[in-house]
């Protein structure tokens, strides 16, 4: 018996120094479009894929406690892998019916800015002879609207050359992977939408591994690497359009009379204890202090104001120099907003000027939004009153007037 004992320590020894058996690699496959997925050729050491993309998809899944093996190949034979469960999963993808019938699909990892390009001097046609890259979302999303794809090529460098020979009159491409192509001058671009890319993890790998997309969403925020924020020209676009409706609600709203007349809460433990109500309440039902800010008179003007700008603005909500909400133009997520770079970035003293945030994604509404923020400044006073916040739907709020009616629905906006 002594004997077996021993034997028994030393294989838990054994069994402790090896640790838990490792799980396996998740095996993904993906497609060649740089930035995003970059297949390279290495001496001696195969097909490396690197990019933005898949540094996000490697990094969530690492933090969510998994190693991958990434694999490139043509998008078609990769569905194909995926709906056979040969893989795991695929990335980066337009959301797709179909696919959300047989896979389970993350939250976004990438999101692409498409753009029409067509050539600088050329006249505007009605009926576009349109391209697109053979197996794209592009393509996919062309074809699901029922939209003519005049010719398909292999590559984003065979469709600009197309459009130099004047065989097409437009491509719809990611602005990311224009910029990485040569040859691209002459060219004129017109911003279409915005695209979230998710990847599609098989139904079998799912039930294998409960618990595993999960977490895998909780971990992309911390690993996106820039790819939500806007650029410079985008930026000065979106503050241009938010002074105008700054102007416009201010006209509206006396500020200064609406942040003496709200909620005024100076101790910040009672503070944290009304936002943790709020929060456990909303955005479903409304705290006391929640009903209390939604019955103010701004608040009231400031929803009849919001329904006039629908498509375009989210929210509207108002600070007073604490952070708190003196109103708001619907329920929001939480009371106090003093600890936000909306507020910091004014009571701080960083900015006089509108700030603009990053983008950011509401799966609950498949919209991409930006909020704008302005301080409320009091004559003679350093300290501003409070901080005023839009919400705007981002797509909407960078559309040229008069898109392309080819791939857009009526004054200009484009099919969902």
């Known amino acids: 018996m002594e004997h077996m004992k021993g034997v028994l320590a030393v294989l838990l020894a054994i069994l402790a120094l090896l640790g838990p058996a490792q799980a396996e ?36 899944a690492d933090r969510a406690g998994r190693t991958t093996r990434i694999h490139a190949s043509p998008p078609r034979r990769a569905i194909q892998l995926l ?39 050329g006249e505007p046609a009605e009926a576009p002879r349109m ?30 050359a197309l459009l130099h020979r004047q065989r097409i009159d437009q491509a719809l491409m990611d602005h990311r992977v224009l910029e990485s192509l040569s040859d691209t001058s002459g060219l004129r671009t017109q911003f279409l939408r915005y695209v979230p ?9 799912a039930s294998r591994n409960p618990g595993f997309i999960d977490a895998f969403n909780r971990e992309i925020p911390r690993c996106i690497n820039r790819s939500f924020d806007l650029d410079e020209s985008e930026t000065g676009d979106i503050r241009a359009s938010a002074y105008d409706l700054f102007r416009e609600l201010q006209a509206l709203i006396p500020m200064e ?61 108002l600070t007073n120099s604490v952070g708190t909400l003196v109103a708001m133009s619907q329920l929001t997520s939480d009371f106090w907003q003093g600890d936000e770079p909306k507020f910091e970035r004014h009571i701080r003293g960083d900015t006089r000027d509108i700030y603009v945030s990053p983008i950011r994604y509401d799966a609950s509404t498949s919209r991409f939004q930006v909020t704008v923020s302005m301080p409320i400044i009091r004559k003679g006073q350093w300290l501003p009153a409070g901080v005023l916040v839009i919400g705007l739907d981002v797509e909407q709020a960078l559309k040229a007037e008069g898109n392309v009616h080819y791939l857009t629905g009526v004054n200009g906006k484009a099919s969902p």
Request: hydrophobic share 40%; glycine share 4%.
């Open 83 to 121: 709906i056979n469960s040969q893989i795991d999963g695929y990335f980066a993808v337009d959301p797709s019916t179909y696919l959300d019938q047989i896979a389970s699909r993350t939250n976004p990892v990438s999101l692409e800015k498409w753009h029409l390009i067509s050539l600088a001097d």
């Open 197 to 205: 890319l998710h990847v599609y993890f098989n139904k079998d790998f």
């Open 25 to 60: 690699d998740i095996k993904l496959y993906t497609f060649p479009a740089p930035p995003y997925q970059i297949v390279s050729e290495t001496p001696g050491a195969g097909t490396e894929v690197s990019g933005l993309t898949v540094d996000t998809v490697v990094c969530s």
């Open 257 to 317: 009379d609406a942040i003496r007349q709200g909620p005024q809460i100076n101790s910040l433990s009672e503070i944290l204890n009304l936002d943790a109500q709020w929060q456990a309440l909303a955005p479903s039902h409304y705290s006391d202090m929640a009903r209390r800010v939604a019955d103010q008179d701004a608040s009231v003007a400031m929803a009849q104001w919001q329904k006039r700008h629908e498509t375009l603005v989210t929210e509207v909500m």
């Open 131 to 160: 391209g697109a890259v053979i197996g794209s979302n592009e393509e996919a999303w062309l074809r699901s609207r029922g939209k003519d794809i005049f010719l398909t090529v292999t590559t984003s460098e065979q469709l600009i």
